[in-house]
């Protein structure tokens, strides 16, 4: 089955760090845009980062950008949320997706659910002291 993996959720103190892990099981990430979206309990689940398939294009949803930084290792197959200076409203389970065609190699200006079209099953954050 064609699927994506989460890692790296973890309890961590206000101000702290750190860094989640999206592995492709059976299936290149290379083509596609990787998007991190997140979900708290009782609240919609929100798009967090994309990064475009050449690694050189990437978006941020204003309540994290200038604290979270995506990246990809193609070689690795892998896209990694780099988060830091964690707040308590940062925490959620996280969930990286695939982008599906037409455009699948490009973030979309305004993301939404319907335009990935492989999830992973999430990882949790909390940030709590």
């Known amino acids: 089955q064609l699927q994506l993996v989460e890692s790296g959720g973890a309890l961590v103190q206000p101000g702290g760090s750190l860094r989640l892990s999206c592995a492709a099981s059976?299936?290149?990430?290379?083509?596609?845009?990787i998007a991190w979206f997140r979900q708290a309990p009782g609240k919609e689940r929100e798009a967090v980062s994309c990064?475009?398939?050449?690694?050189?294009?990437?978006t941020y949803s204003d309540s994290v950008k200038g604290r979270f930084t995506i990246s990809r290792d193609n070689a690795k197959n892998t896209v990694y949320l780099q988060m830091s200076d964690l707040k308590p409203e940062d925490t959620a389970t996280y969930y990286c997706?695939?982008?599906?065609?037409?455009?699948?190699?490009?973030?979309?200006?305004?993301?939404?659910?319907?335009?990935?079209?492989?999830w992973g099953q999430g990882t949790q954050v909390t940030v709590s002291s």
């Open positions: 997706a695939a982008r599906g065609p037409p455009l699948l190699h490009i973030c979309p200006n305004e993301a939404t659910e319907e335009q990935y079209r492989r």
């Open positions: 059976r299936f290149t990430l290379q083509p596609y845009a």
């Open positions: 990064i475009n398939t050449g690694g050189v294009g990437a």
